[in-house]
């Protein structure tokens, strides 16, 4: 028999997994709804951050450890976005999306093969050598659990929960009130506009895919502290951030937080009851049936 305490602390899991979800499908829908590309490799920048943090915790503390993640996430999505990014934003309408997907999920291809299999160019460069990390990944933290009516909340939950919502906060006031989040909305409801007034549309692009992509290994560092994390699972992510930004309406921020949640309420639930395997059809449904009853959402 499933007890209304064992059933609480489902439901904070499934609001951690839904914070989580948020801080992804926000950084999709940053990005699509300043600039029309879908950045389908979301969920790569969340495994990289992983990745870098894992290396630096062994020789220093955590906070070091997670702030070398965001910073180093922060300098890829940049590069990308200098890069990769440019002849994506150079052209326009449905080109632009189609570019950007083929160029994003090419992305995901080349940083995901990179990551398995490392580089090595000691014998050229004499010092470049890239480890592969073919296993999984976790941050340590030491979050005490918190005993409740006979089950226990985790203590991973609670930190994921507590600092995602900070995070989504701070963006969310970022964006609102600082001249440049002012700047972004404007590039989005009016680009022409916006560039009469002096604001440069193409540097305001390239700072939300900087934040967007810092948002997203944030996500991956906080997932990271109760779970362990491989390199495959950054598409898993991607599929994940992509549901909570259509479900939310692509062009919705807050619609994407609230998206987030209830599908992570969705997951936990059914994964508890039928099994992670038919859980991950639910939530496939539950998107399917949204759409179906709002196609307008994807619009």
Known sequence: MVTLSTLFAIAVDGLAFGVFLSLLGV??????????????????????AVLVASTFVSGSNLVVAVVAGIVLTAVLGLVVDRTLLDPVYRSVGE???????????????????????????????????????????????????????????????????????????????????????????????????????????????????????????????????????????????????????????VRNLVGAVVAGVLLGFVNQFASFFVGSYIASVILFSAAIVFLLAKPEAIS
């Open 27 to 48: 950084g999709i829908t940053l990005v699509f709804g300043l600039g029309e590309v879908l950045n389908l490799s979301i969920g790569v920048f969340s495994v990289v």
């Open 95 to 249: 080109q632009r999306i189609l570019l950007g997907i083929f160029t994003t999920l090419g992305l995901t291809v080349f940083l995901d093969g990179f990551l398995i299999n490392g580089l090595d160019l000691s014998s050229v460069a004499g010092w470049l050598v890239i480890p592969a990390f073919p296993g999984s990944y976790r941050i340590p933290l030491n979050a005490p659990n918190v005993p409740f009516a006979g089950t226990v909340i985790l203590g991973s939950s609670l930190v994921v929960i507590g600092v995602g919502a900070l995070v989504l906060a701070v963006l969310f006031l970022f964006l609102d009130r600082t001249f440049i989040g002012k700047a972004a909305r404007t590039v989005f409801q009016d680009e022409v506009g916006a560039q009469l007034v002096g604001v440069n549309p193409r540097r305001i692009r390239t700072l939300i895919f900087v934040l967007s992509v810092t948002v997203a290994g944030f996500a991956g560092l906080l997932w990271a502290m109760g779970h362990n994390i491989a390199v495959s699972d950054g598409f898993v992510y991607t599929t994940f951030a992509l549901i909570v930004s259509i479900v939310g309406g």
